[in-house]
């Protein structure tokens, strides 16, 4: 799932998994294009914020938000409580429903 987030949502191009992690190029400040081990979205709550960054960058955060909020209900949990792995998974159904990959 850290690939498909990594590709869909932040934008890495040429994932290739590597001993036990995907590694990829992402645009850094300067605009060039660098080598880099995907970050752990899934599982590693200091690295899934900057999910809710990318999805204001995009504008979609509003149905983001929205979809964050359906999953975390369905477990009678407020949204601000989701796990790492929700915010993933809201993400990528946001990025589907507005005809990404």
């Known amino acids: 799932m850290n690939a ?4 869909w949502v932040m934008g890495w191009k040429d ?4 001993s036990e992690r995907y590694w990829g190029r992402k ?8 080598r880099s081990a995907v970050h752990d979205y899934c599982h590693e709550p200091t690295t899934s914020y ?10 979609l955060l ?3 938000q ?30 589907r429903n507005n005809g990404k990959p």
Not at 15 to 18: G, K, P, T
Not at 73 to 84: D, E, N, R, V, Y
Request: with cysteine; proline share 3%; net charge positive.
């Open 4 to 7: 498909l987030v990594a590709e």
């Open 15 to 18: 994932l290739q998994r590597q």
């Open 27 to 34: 645009d850094d400040k300067a605009g060039r294009w660098r």
């Open 50 to 59: 900057l999910i809710e960054e990318r999805m204001r960058e995009l504008g």
């Open 62 to 64: 509003k149905k983001y």
């Open 66 to 95: 929205e979809e964050l909020s359906r999953m975390t209900h369905a477990q009678k949990l407020p949204a601000l409580w989701a796990s790492p792995e929700q915010c993933c998974r809201a993400a990528l159904k946001t990025m």
